[in-house]
C-alpha cells in the first residue's frame, strides 16, 4: 500500500520559512517523480514544484520562483520544500504528489500523479 505522509505545516508570520517534509513507502521512490501541489480556499489546485526522478532538475511556478526550494533524498524516501520569505497568498493546504516516470511537461499537471498525501495545512499571518 502507498502512503505519501506529509509534515512540517503550520503558521508562520510572513517573510518567515517553513519546511515541508513528505516521506514516501510502499513504492520505489526513484521511480517516481515528485511534486508539491497547493489549494487556497475557492482556487483551483494549482503545481508548486516539481523535481524529476533523480533530482537532477526541478520546475517552480512562477510565483514561488527564488523563494521555495524543492529537493530529494532518496535514499531516505523523501522529498522537501523549504519555503522562505513566504507570503500570505502562500497560505494553502499543501500536497505531496508521486508520479511514475513522470517528465516535463507533465511534471506540471495534477494528472499526471498516481499518488498523493493527505495535505497539511500551511497558513501565513500578516
Known amino acids: 500500500q502507498v502512503q505519501l505522509v506529509e509534515s512540517g505545516g503550520g503558521l508562520v508570520q510572513a517573510g518567515g520559512s517553513l519546511r515541508l517534509s513528505c516521506v514516501a513507502s510502499?513504492?520505489?521512490?526513484?521511480?517516481?517523480?515528485m511534486a508539491w501541489f497547493r489549494q487556497a480556499p475557492g482556487k483551483e489546485r494549482e503545481i508548486v514544484a516539481a523535481?524529476?526522478?533523480?533530482?537532477?532538475?526541478?520546475y517552480y511556478a512562477p510565483s514561488v520562483n527564488g523563494r521555495f526550494t524543492i529537493s530529494r533524498e532518496n535514499a531516505k524516501n523523501t522529498v522537501l520544500l523549504q519555503m522562505d520569505s513566504v507570503e500570505v497568498e502562500d497560505t494553502a493546504v499543501y500536497y505531496c504528489?508521486?508520479?511514475?516516470?513522470?517528465?516535463?511537461?507533465?511534471?506540471?499537471?495534477?494528472?499526471?500523479?498516481?499518488?498523493w498525501g493527505q495535505g497539511t495545512q500551511v497558513t501565513v499571518s500578516s
Open positions: 523535481i524529476i526522478r533523480t533530482g537532477g532538475a526541478t
Open positions: 504528489a508521486a508520479g511514475a516516470f513522470v517528465v516535463y511537461p507533465s511534471l506540471l499537471i495534477a494528472t499526471s500523479y498516481n499518488y
Open positions: 510502499g513504492l520505489t521512490f526513484s521511480d517516481y517523480a
